[in-house]
């Protein structure tokens, strides 16, 4: 079985891919901030074809490619892998349902002492306090400062 190939982009597509200008690559290629950028075969020789940068080098180099867009083979994942995230997930949605069920009991309980309460606070059900109270309670005392007097 031979070696899977790292992903490669020419220039123009590093560009596109970093979402900066072509010369941009270019300077930096110059700079030799890619190690293991070559040129691919070409028309006259093995070695006169366009610069291929790897996508490692353009990472190391501080740029961040979109890879997922320009190179679909990188993102193979083992079906074992699979298999686990899928499992996780099943056990996350049980967690949530479960969660979610404690909730609904959980409202149900306040809603029922709040009545409990109520019920012990004025000697009646379904009502609340303020609702009892009527229009015509009287406000709190305000306190007056002693330069007001």
Not at 122 to 143: E, F, K, L, M, N
Request: aromatic letters at 4%; a neutral charge.
């Amino acid at each position: 079985m031979s070696e899977p190939t790292r992903p490669e982009l020419t220039l123009s597509e590093a560009a596109a891919a970093c979402r900066v200008d072509r010369r941009t690559i270019r300077r930096r290629l110059d700079a030799e901030e890619f190690p293991n950028a070559h040129r691919t075969a070409g028309r006259t020789g093995p070695d006169d074809g366009p610069w291929v940068i790897p996508v490692a080098d353009l990472i190391g180099a501080g740029l961040s490619p979109n890879v997922s867009k320009v190179d679909h083979q990188a993102a193979e994942v083992a079906p074992d892998t699979i298999a686990s995230l899928q499992a996780e997930l099943a056990d996350w949605r049980r967690r949530a349902e479960v969660a979610e069920a404690v909730a609904s009991e959980r409202a149900a309980t306040n809603e029922a002492l709040r009545l409990a309460l109520v019920a012990l606070g004025t000697g009646r059900t379904g009502s609340t306090p303020d609702a009892q109270a009527g229009p015509y309670t009287s406000a709190p005392a305000v306190r007056r400062r002693w330069w007001r007097r």
